[in-house]
């Protein structure tokens, strides 16, 4: 079972930075793939960034690639998520969640993640 744990969360500038944490123990092994969503209320949660672990592939929605990046550490057994210029459209919880041999078309649906954890707020604001 993974249980993925969020921080990094907080306050910054439109323009700025931020670095999301996800402590996914078991989550970083070859069959999981790790992804980053995020939601606001009234909204569908929304697909950011994934990892699949068996080859390191990443996947990003076009309203951040560019911005962000996704990478882990295998043997911290985490996933992070580097946030740049950073725009107020941006401000949402971030959540972390864990599949198992996901195929690539179901990547970007939250409903193929089985784990979740309990997300972290990004508020971007002048």
């Known amino acids: 079972q993974v249980q993925p744990v969020e921080s990094g969360g907080g306050l910054v500038q439109p323009g700025g930075s931020l670095r999301l944490s996800c402590s996914a123990a078991g989550g970083t092994s070859r069959e999981f793939t790790l992804g980053w969503f995020r939601q606001v209320p009234g909204k569908e949660r929304e697909f950011v960034a994934a990892l699949r672990g068996r080859d390191a592939r990443t996947y990003y929605s076009d309203s951040v690639k560019g911005r962000f990046t996704i990478s882990r550490d295998i043997a911290r057994a985490s996933v992070y998520l580097q946030m740049n210029s950073l725009y107020t459209e941006d401000t949402a919880v971030y959540y972390c969640?864990?599949?198992?041999?996901?195929?690539?078309?179901?990547?970007?649906?939250?409903?193929?993640?089985?784990?979740w954890g309990q997300g972290t707020q990004v508020t971007v604001s002048s």
């Open positions: 969640a864990a599949g198992s041999n996901l195929i690539t078309s179901s990547v970007p649906q939250a409903t193929a993640y089985r784990y």
